[in-house]
Every structure is written in structure tokens, then in C-alpha cells.
């Protein structure tokens, strides 16, 4: 199932148009924190697991830079709530805990279960 065009744009627009590793705001495209493949769960769509990069960084999130990924939130071990872990925007310098409905919350790193999840 492909992302809904309306969950597509909310993602970019959150995201300023740019991915969230490089900053590139061409060839952009939504990269899922959790994979879809670990039981291909609708569960897994929603604005929280979505992020914005382009396909140069998608690619290398899923191979070269993987164990990174995962220390940054980018990448979520099937256990994780992307609702309770953060996600490290390079470009921008900071943590970001997301939502469903397209916004985000500053933080001070990646690990915020201690905190209530958004509504």
C-alpha cells in the first residue's frame, strides 16, 4: 500500500520540504521509521513513522548508514513506538518527537518514553 498523497504532502510540509538527513529538497521521497515489511501492518501508517529524505539518504538509512539510523530514530527495531522515540533532524540540529498530525515537539534526545505520548 503506498502512502496516501495527503499523508505524502503533510510529511514534506512538517519536514520543510527537505530531507531530514542532507537538507536535499530534490528527489525527496517518505522514508518509513519502522519498515512496512516486519508484517506489513496499517498500524505503521501514520504521520509518526514517516519521514521526509531523498532517495540517495532512503537507501543508505536501509543499508550504509543502518546502525546509525537506529541511534537517531530514523530507523525504529520493531519494538519501538514512534510515538515515544524521537528522531534527530541533521539539518536542523535537534530531536524531534512527531505526531499524527503533522507537527512536532523539540526535545533533548532520542529516548522520551518517560514522556506521555501525544494524543
Known amino acids: 500500500m503506498a502512502v496516501k498523497p495527503k499523508d505524502k504532502k503533510a510529511a514534506f510540509t512538517r519536514d520543510g520540504e527537505q530531507c531530514v538527513w542532507c537538507g536535499a529538497t530534490s ?3 517518505i522514508h518509513h521509521r ?5 508484517g ?6 501514520h504521520l509518526a513513522n514517516y519521514l521526509t529524505a531523498c532517495y ?10 543502518m546502525e546509525r539510523a537506529r541511534l537517531l530514530g530514523v530507523k525504529l527495531q ?9 528522531v534527530f533532524f541533521k539539518h536542523a540540529n535537534e530531536w524531534r518527537l512527531l ?11 532520542r529516548d522520551v518514553r518517560e514522556m506521555e505520548a501525544p494524543c
Open 27 to 29: 528527489g525527496l521521497t
Open 99 to 109: 505526531d499524527d498530525f503533522g507537527t512536532y515537539l523539540v526535545v533533548s534526545g
Open 34 to 38: 519502522k519498515n512496512r515489511q516486519a
Open 56 to 65: 540517495t539518504c532512503n537507501g543508505q538509512f536501509e543499508d550504509n548508514l
Open 78 to 86: 520493531q519494538w519501538e513506538d514512534p510515538y515515544r522515540t524521537a
Open 40 to 45: 506489513g501492518s496499517k498500524l505503521r501508517d
